[in-house]
């Protein structure tokens, strides 16, 4: 019986709602500006994460490293853009 | 304004006229002489619906061929209106739509798909494969280009052409600015296009990933397979900045947002931040292919082997992720501070490290060995030297502090023309006279090959060296006239001189092509240049299946192995071989984005919804369909490799 039920699945499936109510809270309830922010961005993370290795089942066929190395250099490239963009048109301007 | 009016090209000239005539001329006779012939039966059947990589990749060529001359004739135009002071054959108006158009057409509707050739003729056939992971979506891709580059180019006859820049910085390109509707040909029709690249991006990592013959592990791909995989990697991830940008753009011009504007919380600066991101990116796609074309031809004429095949991979990797770390280079004035500027600084620097690598390895492949002179190698010695001149005002630019000096003049012009036109448009022509042959069963013309080579460098030194001098001396870029007294007249004169001969030199080009296809001999073999990787050890003509067996593979030069050290590479039997189908639909849908692109760029919404119904319903219709492809028999097979081997002798 224990192969047939996807225990991870469902475990995922209920964290990731748990994630969305989370960053609901930002909007329903009265927070600060960082805070929200906070919260927003790591849930939001946390989610993409979950959804990547959970339901796109990154890390079960034998391609594993070959999509790691693929998201890892897609982080890396995204931090840079992101970082590099702040830092040239607000904390350097 | 009036309806109508907006179709009228808003600053209309003689030349416009007669070019537009010219134009409605040329596509009437190509009309007419398809139907006289009785080919558009033909053209359905073998072309339009082809997903055949090889032909696929053939009409990327001629579409870069003809991009070339287009192009071309605006970079003519602009050096004779510089040529003399106040000269008045370009008022400002067209000279701003020509280098604008010049710039696009040939960064993205000439360079572009001149790599993209490369990519679809050569990887299949360097990896042992018998097509692309996704033929039909390949078929897509060069049909949304095509339609794209169709697009941009109908915005000179109807409308009125960009003219904005190939940068289109806001708020220039905003609607107060540009008010013609040439801008949003720009954002529409490179969309279009980018769309169809981006799709190219994934087509080949799939392929080179997964789609290799039996023992080619990754470190014994050849090297020009190396730099696709790698190009197409940057491809992935930088396009879809650009599909991003250009869909906020559009927005802008079109729906009334924000984005770019100076006031309502837009920020016009970040247009320029995001054009970059994707621009520095893009450069890379560009030459890196070129580099591996000079790894395939420069070991070929070298008689050696590659120099260094490690240290080629690693430092295209690390170039990989560096070309994304350097875009702020390209706006050092923007207004940002020191810190960031020297940042961006030092990560530029960086890159040229990378790039002396190959540099070295070139030069260590050819010490000692039995260099032989044949065009392709011509222009690949040449692209050495020229190269790195380029490279070295390239770090003179890096450096923030000098580039306030530099930036946007003719030093700059002079810059980047000295690395693409050596670098990238060098390797084109090296790696297209070096591969005819293979794909069209006879040689170019080698003594007008080589005056073409050295025409085109005698032309290029003069027509780009002494755009250093004046931009040092403060000639600006994109200026369309300046007055006698700034002593710019000389050297300009001399660099239309250069251009001109630049336009001989294609011209021989042309008539090499026309020469040998009347006099070149036809009994050729598969391997003329006694070459070293898999792509020379088919039959020419290509048979459609590529290979009837399977290669084996051992080493980074399989088919030498097999002629110099006995190693087989085709073991086993002749087995039914199994090839995709041809299909309309990658053409009849690009056609609707045609359409929708075309009612985009004049708001003509009821046409943009009734083609955008049309898109999804061909995306629709492909998602029911059953196409499991056909098998070729292995008599049918049997039969196409007897009379194949017979031709060769
Ligand atoms: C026939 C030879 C060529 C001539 C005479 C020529 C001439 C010129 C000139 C005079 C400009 C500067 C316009 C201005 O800003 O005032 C220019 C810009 C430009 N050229 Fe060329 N060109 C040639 C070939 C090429 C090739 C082969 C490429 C690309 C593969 C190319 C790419 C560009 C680009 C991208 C720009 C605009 C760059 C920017 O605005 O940042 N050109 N060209
Ligand atoms: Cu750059």
Not at chain 2, 82 to 104: C, K, R
Not at chain 2, 445 to 474: C, H, Q, S
């Amino acid at each position: 019986m224990k192969e047939l039920f996807p225990v991870k699945q469902v475990m995922g499936f209920a964290f990731s709602i748990v994630l969305t109510a989370v960053a609901l809270l930002v909007y329903f309830t009265d927070m600060s500006y960082t805070m929200g922010m906070t919260v927003l961005l790591i849930t939001a993370f946390v989610q993409a994460g979950l959804q990547v290795v959970v339901f796109m089942h990154a890390g079960e066929t034998k391609d594993k490293g070959s999509i790691y190395i693929n998201i890892y250099y897609a982080l890396i490239i995204a931090l840079f853009t992101i970082f590099g963009t702040l830092l040239v048109l607000v904390w350097d301007m | 304004m009036d309806f109508f009016d907006r179709f009228a090209v808003p600053h209309p000239s003689f030349l416009i006229y007669a070019s537009m005539v010219g134009i409605g001329l040329t596509m009437l006779a190509i009309v007419v002489g398809i139907t006289y012939f009785k080919k558009w039966g033909y053209l359905w059947r073998e072309w339009i619906t082809t997903v055949d990589h090889k032909r696929i990749g053939i009409m990327y060529l001629l579409t870069a061929l003809l991009m070339l001359f287009r192009g071309g004739v605006d970079g003519i135009m602009m050096r004779y209106q510089l040529s003399m002071p106040e000269n008045t054959f370009l008022d400002s108006q067209h000279y701003n739509e020509v280098f604008t158009t010049h710039g696009i057409v040939m960064i993205l509707f000439m360079a572009m798909p001149f790599i993209i050739f490369f990519f679809n003729f050569l990887v299949p056939l360097q990896i042992g494969a018998r097509d692309v992971a996704f033929p039909r979506l390949n078929a897509l891709s060069f049909w949304l280009f095509f339609m794209g580059m169709g697009l941009f180019n109908l915005s000179f006859i109807i409308g009125g052409s960009p003219d904005a820049g190939w940068t289109s910085y806001f708020p220039l390109a905003g609607n107060e600015f540009s008010t013609s509707v040439g801008t949003n040909y720009y954002m529409i029709a490179i969309q279009i296009a980018g769309i169809g690249t981006l799709m190219t991006g994934i087509n080949f990592i799939t392929t080179i990933l997964k789609m290799r013959a039996p023992g080619m592990t990754l470190m014994k791909m050849p090297m020009f397979t190396w730099s696709a995989f790698i190009a197409n990697v940057i491809i992935v991830f930088a396009f879809p900045v650009l599909t991003v940008l250009l869909a906020m753009g559009t927005m802008d011009r079109l729906f009334g947002t924000n984005f770019f504007t100076t006031d309502n919380g837009g920020m016009d600066m970040l247009w320029a931040n995001l054009f970059w991101v994707w621009g520095h990116p893009e450069v890379y796609i560009l030459i890196l292919p070129a580099f591996g074309l000079y790894s395939e031809i420069i070991p070929t004429f070298a008689r050696r082997n590659l120099y260094g095949y490690k240290s080629m991979v690693a430092s295209m990797v690390v170039i990989s992720v560096l070309s994304f770390v350097v875009w702020a280079h390209h706006f050092f004035t923007m207004g940002q501070g020191p810190f960031a500027n020297s940042i961006f600084s030092i990560t530029t620097m960086a890159i040229a490290i990378p790039t002396g690598v190959k540099i070295f390895n070139w030069l260590f492949t050819l010490w000692k060995g039995k260099i032989e002179f044949t065009t392709p190698m011509l222009y690949s010695v040449l692209f050495i030297p020229l190269f790195t001149l380029g490279g070295v005002t390239g770090v003179m630019l890096a450096m923030s502090a000098a580039d306030y000096q530099y930036h946007n003049t003719m030093f700059l012009v002079a810059h980047f023309h000295n690395v693409i036109i050596p670098g990238v448009v060098y390797a084109m022509l090296a790696g297209m006279t070096f591969y005819w042959p293979k794909i069209f069963g006879f040689m170019l013309n080698e003594r007008l090959g080589k005056w073409t080579a050295w025409l085109l460098t005698i032309g290029f030194v003069l027509a780009f060296i002494p755009m250093y001098i004046t931009g040092l001396d403060g000639q600006a870029r994109r200026m369309y006239t300046y007055s006698e007294s700034t002593g710019f007249s000389l050297l300009n004169m001399v660099s239309f001189g250069g251009a001109a001969i630049m336009a001989i030199a294609f011209v021989l080009l042309v008539y090499n092509i026309y020469y040998s296809i009347r006099y070149s001999p036809r009994d050729i073999g598969n391997d003329p240049w006694d070459a070293r990787s898999l792509e020379w050890s088919t039959h020419t003509p290509i048979p459609e299946y590529n290979f009837a067996i399977t290669p084996q593979v051992a080493s980074t030069q399989a088919f030498w192995d097999s002629k110099k050290n006995g190693h087989e590479l085709f073991k086993g039997e002749i087995e039914k071989i199994h090839m995709p189908n041809n299909s309309g639909l990658p053409f009849i849908m690009s056609c609707m984005f045609f359409v929708f692109g075309f009612a985009m760029v004049f708001s003509i919404w009821p046409v943009v919804i009734v083609s955008l119904i049309g898109i999804l319903a061909c995306l629709v219709y492909r998602s029911f369909e059953q196409d499991h492809g056909r098998y070729i028999s292995v008599e049918e097979i049997k039969e196409t490799e007897t009379r194949l081997r017979g031709a060769k002798k």
